[in-house]
């Protein structure tokens, strides 16, 4: 009974020593809140920043359209488009690994 107890009492002991996988932090708990003390800290900087903004150029909605129906118009001349049956299956949220888009 009592190298049952010594046993267990060392077992104990070396497991409640040992670092646990478990207890790591991940990726995402280290740089939890990075981004919000960036932006805080670069708004107490220059708290003008927003009326110092230079408006983007770029395509308006029509070109933009334009360049669509062309992009989607190259994909049915192919026979690769969804309504021809090419698609192509993509795998989400998959265990590990790369979960994109299959070759």
Same mark, same amino acid.
Do not use: H
């Given at each position: 009974? %009592?190298?049952?107890? =010594?046993?267990?009492? /060392?077992?104990?002991?070396?497991? *409640?020593? *040992?670092? $646990?996988?478990? $207890?790591? +932090?991940?990726?995402?708990? +280290?740089?939890? !809140?990075? *981004?919000?003390?960036? +932006? #805080?800290?670069? @708004?107490?900087?220059?708290?003008?920043?927003?009326?110092?903004? /230079?408006?983007?150029? !770029? %395509?308006?909605?029509?070109?933009?359209? =334009? /360049?669509?129906?062309?992009?989607?118009?190259?994909?049915?001349? #192919?026979?690769?488009?969804?309504?021809?049956?090419?698609?192509?299956?993509?795998?989400?949220? !998959?265990?590990?690994?790369?979960?994109?888009? @299959?070759?």
């Amino acid at each position: 009974m %009592l190298a049952r107890s =010594i046993l267990l009492a /060392v077992l104990l002991v070396s497991v *409640s020593l *040992s670092p $646990l996988p478990a $207890l790591e +932090q991940t990726p995402l708990e +280290q740089n939890w !809140g990075k *981004s919000f003390e960036t +932006q #805080k800290d670069l @708004q107490i900087q220059n708290p003008e920043a927003a009326q110092e903004a /230079v408006t983007p150029t !770029g %395509l308006d909605g029509v070109a933009a359209g =334009i /360049v669509m129906d062309a992009y989607r118009a190259s994909f049915q001349a #192919k026979g690769q488009g969804a309504e021809s049956g090419g698609a192509q299956p993509m795998a989400i949220g !998959g265990a590990g690994g790369y979960s994109g888009c @299959q070759p």
